[in-house]
């Protein structure tokens, strides 16, 4: 691969983004897909990933000091696609003091009192701020509709379960979204799209090495069974919910150098559109900073 900037794996994106749903079909992404890349660049995309965290970093703390715009990135995913790795790797050279991390799991008593877009709310970044979401609200679309049972422990009233109930949590999300964007809050959201034939391979890593077992639950494979189906809700939710200021990434995840790689990317690209920069000092700020130098001087 010639020696190439961020810039240029910035245009591997635009097959992977998605900002308009209407004709959006999973079935037309491949999973192994490495943007026309092959083995022998894996060390070129592994520079570019370092200066890609390297430059995320720089932007992130101008992004901190601004204290004016925040990001939202949600990562979803079948089990063993990557999610945790690419958060580790992508997001490694951000300042903790500007970066929120929120895993979701089952609902508490507490969340299941409230209605479902409650706890991401209460989750989401502050100005200044990169928050990440490691699964999201998009949950309540997709392991609850593959599982509508998990409705009955969800306290709705009855009359409010009724055929519209998917469509209408996605257009609540949708709307969500677009409140937040309008806000100062732009989202980024991947779906990291892992075959079937690799996720089995990484059970088997996860089963075969001891120090991974931890990783792995038998729940894992249950829910491979559901594989249809899920693969049926994100598609919904995809085209209900990609949109300009909320789209989605439906990033190859079969060789996760690369999902990095087109990760990286599109965070650096949407935080470079915000013309980020250090606030201005003021003329009375800059007196004040001559006097405590001179101050400095003298001791």
Known sequence: ?????????SRFLEPYRITRG????????????????????????KRLLTNGVERLAELQEKLYASDQWGLLLVFQAMDAAGK??????VLSGVNPQGCQVTSFKQPSQEELDHDFLWRSQRAGPERGRIGI????????????RVHPQILAGQKLPPRLVGRRLWDERLED??????????????ILKFFLNVSRKEQKRRFLERLDQPEKHWKF???????RGHWKGYMA????????????????YVVPADQKWFTRLVVAAAIVEALEKLDLAFPKVSDAKREELALARAQLAKE
């Open 1 to 9: 691969m010639k020696r190439k900037s961020l810039k240029d794996v």
């Open 22 to 45: 209407k004709r959006f079909r999973l079935k037309d992404h491949d999973p192994g897909d490495v943007g026309g890349l092959g083995s022998a660049d894996k060390p070129e995309a």
């Open 84 to 89: 945790d790795g690419t958060i580790k790797h």
């Open 133 to 144: 979401f490691n699964r999201s609200y998009y949950e309540e679309v997709l392991v609850v």
């Open 173 to 186: 999300i949708a709307a969500y979204e677009r409140y937040l964007a309008r806000n100062g809050f732009p």
């Open 217 to 223: 639950s038998p729940a894992d494979v249950r829910e």
């Open 233 to 248: 809700a994100y598609e919904e939710a995809i085209r209900a919910t990609a949109a300009p200021h909320a789209p989605w």
